[in-house]
């Protein structure tokens, strides 16, 4: 069985009590990522507690598509791929302090100027 914990010394994330410090990351080193990965752990937690452990762990443990999923579910909207790299801290004070979700404006205003382009179909 793979031990695993949703929370950080003195920390836990799934009291629902505002945050006020920057939110780092933990490394849990590449052999426990593999080892929960396979371990299939993320199955049997809730959608905030996947998404919570996963914001707050330096490596992936899980499916990609298993972790944005959780994560969308838990904030309740869907999250475009590129506010992860660009928007970790906010999705994170949205997570964890209930910070109102981004607009889309705001969402597409993360993109750099030189990275956006527009597709306008009929």
């Known amino acids: ?18 945050r006020t410090r920057h939110m780092k990351t933990t490394s849990i080193g590449k052999e426990k990522a593999i080892e929960l990965y396979g371990s299939g ?3 049997e937690k809730t ?8 914001m707050t762990t330096d490596e992936l443990c899980m499916p990609f598509g298993d972790f944005h999923e959780a994560l969308g579910k ?5 999250v475009w791929t590129h506010e992860l790299a660009m928007n970790r801290d906010g999705i994170m004070e ?3 302090n209930g910070k109102p ?3 889309m404006e705001e969402i597409i205003g ?4 030189e990275k956006l382009m527009v597709v306008v179909a009929n």
């Open 1 to 18: 069985m793979v031990g695993l914990t949703f929370s950080l010394p003195g920390e836990n994330f799934t009291d629902n009590k505002p």
């Open 101 to 103: 979700a981004p607009t």
């Open 74 to 78: 838990a904030l309740g909207r869907p």
């Open 94 to 96: 949205e997570l964890l």
């Open 110 to 113: 993360l993109i750099p100027n």
């Open 41 to 43: 752990w993320w199955k």
């Open 47 to 54: 959608a905030k507690e996947v998404a919570v452990f996963q």
